[in-house]
């Protein structure tokens, strides 16, 4: 059933008054191990979790929980196979010193 022109127009003409509910999304923030982690592939894009783990000492459960999260807040993807594949750091805010 559609409205009659004079709703219509006033429900065209009617400001929103209300705030948004939604404010503008931050970027999701990072803690100090995922920047580690994130500063370790950016300089050794063909690491394995077992090599992140033990350079970094931490358990590969833990590595494979921190890669999982990082990719699934943006900052990290996964390109080529199992054995050919490399991480790709997305993103660019992070410099590339060496962490060893």
Known sequence: MALPIHKK???EETPQVTPQKNPPKEPPKRTELEETI??????????????????LNLS???????????????F???????????WVVTDK????????
């Open 9 to 11: 127009a006033l429900l």
């Open 38 to 55: 994130l500063r370790f592939l950016i300089n050794n894009p063909s690491a394995t979790r077992k090599i992140i783990a033990e350079k």
């Open 60 to 74: 590969p459960e833990t590595v494979k929980e921190y890669l999982e999260k990082l990719k699934e807040k943006g």
């Open 76 to 86: 990290l993807k996964r390109e080529g196979g199992r054995k050919m594949g490399y």
């Open 93 to 100: 805010t992070l410099g590339s010193d060496k962490t060893k």
